[in-house]
């Protein structure tokens, strides 16, 4: 397993913390956010979609670099049904080291 960009890192460690504007930097303001198949554009949306999300903790289990970006596969630990997940991946496109651009989250 490879290590994940430094933007990717920084996700991580805030994606599981209360919303706060450290984690909404990380996004480019229009950036997309796909999640259970719906679409979320632009940092509003973005931010609604993370007040519907519980707050969960990720264990990072795979990290692969390819030509569309970097798949993360995590596991995923929370106060939510089926919890935990294993094997959701966190697919991150168009990011640069200061902004994320695409990210989708799927099986």
């Known amino acids: 397993m490879t290590d994940p960009p430094e933007i990717i890192r920084r996700y991580f460690a805030l994606a599981g ?4 504007d450290a984690y909404f930097a990380l996004f480019a303001d229009d950036a997309v956010v796909e999640d259970e198949g719906r679409e979320h554009r632009g940092i ?7 007040r519907d999300t519980p707050l969960v903790s990720y264990e990072i289990t795979d990290v692969e670099d390819t ?4 798949v993360v596969t995590a596991t995923i ?4 049904p089926g919890s935990p997940v294993a094997g959701l991946r ?5 990011y640069d080291d200061r902004q994320i651009r695409r990210l989708r989250i799927a099986p």
């Open 90 to 94: 966190f697919r991150f496109a168009k």
């Open 67 to 70: 030509s569309a970006g970097t």
């Open 44 to 50: 509003e949306a973005i931010r609604a979609w993370r």
């Open 17 to 20: 913390q209360p919303d706060q």
């Open 77 to 80: 630990s929370g106060d939510f």
